[in-house]
C-alpha cells in the first residue's frame, strides 16, 4: 500500500472542530442510529485498534463500527508489539500506514497520540488519554441532543474528580456549543490548567451548583493511571452522586457516567440504576457516534 498523499483526517480533541462539523457528525450519528442497517460506505478499508490499556466500550463500538460499514478491524495490544519493546510511535505509525487505512490508539500520555499522529499517514483516532476522551463526549453528546434536544445554553455538572479526562473532552465540548459546566471538585483534584480550555466554573464545595442542572456527570474515582487510590477516595467521598444530590438537581436532570462504574464509590446503585440514568444511552450511543467519526476521517461526512 502506497502512503496518503492528502493530509489525513485525524480525531484527536474536540477542540480542533467547529460548531458546524461536530453537529454535522452528531446528526450523522443520529441518522445512522435510526436506520441501523449494514452499510457499505467503508467497504475494503481497515481500522487498527491500539490498546495500550483495557477497553470493553471502545474496542466492542469500534469494531462492530467498522464492520456494520462493511470494513475490517484488526486488534493491537501495545504490549504485545515492538511498542512494547522501544519501538517509536512514529515509526509504529508510518509502518501501520502501509497495512491499513486508519489506527484508533489508546494510550497513556496525549503527546504520545500527537507524535504518532504527527507520523501517520493515515487517519488517527484518540481512544482515549489521560488527557481527554474525544470519541466517549461525542456519544455523550448524542444522549443529551436526544433527551433535551439544542445543546446551546444547557445546565451540566460535573462531580467528583476534577483531574479527568472525559471532564477535558467536557469541557472543551462546552466552549464550542455554549453550554454551562460548573466543575465540583476537591481542590486537590481540580483541573489543570491545560483542560481549562473553555468557561467553567471550578467548585469546591460538595453539591454547589446542582440547583436547575440538566445533567449530572461523574466518571470512577480512580482512572487506569492513578497510583494513589486511598488518597482520593478520601478527598471524593463528599462528591458522590447519591439519591440526595439528584433530588438537589431536580427530577428532570439526568445522570451520566461514561462507564465503567463502581457503585458505592462515584455514585450508589439507587442513581445508577434509577430512572434519571442515561448511562445505558451513552454506551450503546458510542456505536454510532463512532460511526459518524469513522465516516469523517474516511473523508465520507
Ligand atoms: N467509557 C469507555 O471508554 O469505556 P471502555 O474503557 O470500556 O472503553
Not at 502506497?2 to 458546524?20: G, Y
Not at 501495545?78 to 510511535?89: R, V
Not at 436526544?146 to 455538572?157: F, Q, S, T
Amino acid at each position: 500500500m502506497s502512503a496518503m498523499t492528502d493530509s489525513p483526517r485525524h480525531f484527536l480533541d474536540l477542540s480542533s472542530f467547529s460548531e458546524e462539523t461536530l453537529s454535522r457528525l452528531l446528526d450523522r450519528a443520529a441518522e445512522l442510529k435510526a436506520t441501523r442497517a449494514p452499510r457499505d460506505d467503508l467497504r475494503g478499508k481497515t481500522l487498527a485498534l491500539v490498546f495500550e490499556k483495557p477497553s470493553t466500550r471502545t474496542r466492542v463500538s469500534f469494531e462492530l463500527a467498522m464492520k456494520e460499514l462493511g470494513g475490517f478491524t484488526i486488534v493491537l495490544s501495545g504490549k504485545e508489539m515492538q511498542l512494547g519493546h522501544g519501538e517509536s510511535l512514529g515509526d509504529t505509525a508510518r509502518v501501520l500506514g502501509r497495512y491499513v487505512h486508519a489506527v484508533m490508539i489508546r494510550t497513556f500520555d496525549h503527546a504520545q497520540v500527537q507524535e504518532f499522529a504527527r507520523g501517520a499517514p493515515m487517519p488517527v483516532i484518540n481512544g482515549l488519554t489521560n488527557f481527554s476522551h474525544p470519541c466517549q463526549v461525542m456519544a455523550d453528546l448524542l444522549t443529551v441532543k436526544e433527551r433535551l434536544g439544542a445543546l446551546k445554553g444547557r445546565r451540566v455538572v460535573w462531580m467528583g474528580d476534577g483531574d479527568n479526562n472525559v471532564l477535558t473532552s467536557w469541557i472543551q465540548a462546552g466552549k464550542i456549543f455554549g453550554f454551562t459546566l460548573t466543575v465540583c471538585c476537591p481542590k486537590e483534584l481540580a483541573p489543570k490548567p491545560a483542560a481549562l480550555a473553555g468557561p467553567v466554573t471550578v467548585t469546591h464545595e460538595p453539591g454547589a451548583g446542582l440547583e436547575g442542572a440538566e445533567a449530572v456527570l461523574t466518571d470512577t474515582w480512580i482512572s487506569m493511571h492513578n497510583a494513589d487510590a486511598d488518597r482520593r477516595r478520601a478527598l471524593l467521598e463528599p462528591y458522590r452522586v447519591d439519591e440526595a444530590r439528584m433530588k438537589q438537581a431536580g427530577a428532570n436532570a439526568m445522570f451520566m457516567h461514561c462507564l465503567p462504574a463502581h457503585r458505592g464509590e462515584e455514585v450508589t446503585g439507587a442513581v445508577m440504576d434509577g430512572p434519571q440514568s442515561a448511562v445505558w444511552d451513552e454506551a450503546e450511543n458510542r456505536l454510532h457516534a463512532q460511526k459518524a467519526i469513522l465516516l469523517w476521517c474516511f473523508g465520507k461526512l
